[in-house]
């Protein structure tokens, strides 16, 4: 029997520009709280990497009250945006391109269903 042994082959792109866009949002505003609403990424290796970093997570748009909230990969509401807004807290969403585009679609199909 013949055993192939994978190597990891890193994250998908969409992971790979949320992180990157929260390191450069650090970078951009150091004396600033940089927060990530919820998991930037679903793992747990890079919360615990961004930490290190000083860019803290929360769940709860209420819990950050200044500073710099990023939106994670996955999508977010609008009211967390409107929320954001309203408090003048510094946005940056780090949607990735794919689950954008299928979050679109499903808006377009949505509102395509209401009309008829």
């Known amino acids: 029997m013949k055993v192939t042994i994978l190597e990891p082959k890193g994250y998908c792109a969409g992971v790979n520009n949320a992180i990157s866009l929260a390191l450069k949002i650090k970078d951009k505003y150091p004396r600033q709280i940089v927060t990530v609403l919820g998991m930037l ?7 615990s990497f961004l930490k290190e970093k000083g860019i803290d997570m929360v ?15 996955h999508g977010h509401r609008q009211e967390w945006e409107d929320i954001a807004k309203e408090k003048g807290l510094i946005i940056y969403d780090a949607i990735c391109p794919l689950v954008k585009k299928n979050i ?8 395509h269903h209401q009309i008829i």
């Open 104 to 111: 679109l679609s499903i808006v377009n199909e949505s509102d």
């Open 59 to 73: 769940d709860n748009i209420n819990d950050i009250s200044r500073g710099v909230v990023i939106f994670t990969a």
């Open 41 to 47: 990424v679903h793992n747990s290796y890079v919360t």
